[in-house]
């Protein structure tokens, strides 16, 4: 079962750092935990992706909880050009039903307020 | 620039008139797939292709075809297409498995078929 559990919609205001909660419980120990956005009318985008460690790259921060059940986006400081779905994805390091695909939820929708 | 290249981006065509989406990407990646993206069922992987001449289906292939001739292109073929078939459909490719690296997407082809 490749599920996470992510709220459904959040908001923002712009300038200010964004939290994005994601739970996947039951994640094994060789997938990773991807993140995606979706801009309207645009195909997903790639944002980060991490395995045990906190990642940053030049978009974001990914916080994974020491137990992996759980991990956070973190999204420094929100623009109007970062409203979109993000969706936080389980995928295998190698082999498996989940190395070669992404399952993609309904994701959060991030309304980003001027 | 890294990309991946979807045509055409838009087509509306008849019941049972067979068509074609391409797709390139100019990353010399292996892993190629194709997804579709519909209302409250998000995006759903239809088949993927992890090297040239090794093609498999994903989570919903009935009624799609594809090809990996070369490493770049991985058409998606519609023998004769049904109402059903109307969607947003997306192209995506990474260098390994998706679960495991990062995908990039193309612009999406939004079809209706009437």
């Known amino acids: 079962d490749a599920k996470t559990t992510q709220p459904n919609s959040m908001e923002s205001n712009e300038e200010e750092p964004v939290h994005l909660p994601c739970n996947h419980s039951t994640i094994s120990g060789t997938d990773y935990i991807h993140w995606y956005r979706q801009l309207p009318s645009q195909g997903p985008e790639y944002v980060i992706h991490?395995?045990?460690s906190n990642v940053n790259n030049r978009m974001a921060s990914l916080a994974i909880a020491e137990d992996r059940k759980s991990s956070t986006l973190i999204l420094h400081r929100a623009t109007l050009r970062d409203a979109a779905v993000y969706y936080c994805?389980?995928?295998?390091?190698?082999?498996?039903?989940?190395?070669?695909?992404?399952?993609f939820g309904q994701g959060t929708i991030l309304t980003v307020h001027p | 620039e890294a990309q991946v290249t979807q045509n055409p981006r838009y087509l509306i065509t008849v019941t049972g008139k067979k068509l074609t989406v391409t797709c390139s990407q100019n990353m010399n990646h292996e892993y190629m797939s194709w997804y579709r993206q519909d209302p409250g069922l998000g995006l759903r992987q239809i088949y993927y292709s992890m090297n040239v001449e090794v093609t498999d289906k994903g989570d919903v292939p009935e009624g799609y075809k594809v090809s990996r001739k070369e490493k770049r292109n991985f058409p998606l073929i519609l023998e004769s297409p049904s109402p059903n078939q109307t969607s947003l459909y997306f192209c995506?490719?990474?260098?390994?498995?998706?679960?495991?690296?990062?995908?990039?997407f193309g612009q999406g082809t939004r079809l209706t078929v009437v």
């Open positions: 995506a490719s990474s260098l390994n498995g998706q679960g495991a690296t990062e995908a990039f």
């Open positions: 994805i389980r995928g295998a390091y190698a082999g498996g039903t989940s190395y070669g695909k992404l399952t």
């Open positions: 991490g395995l045990t």
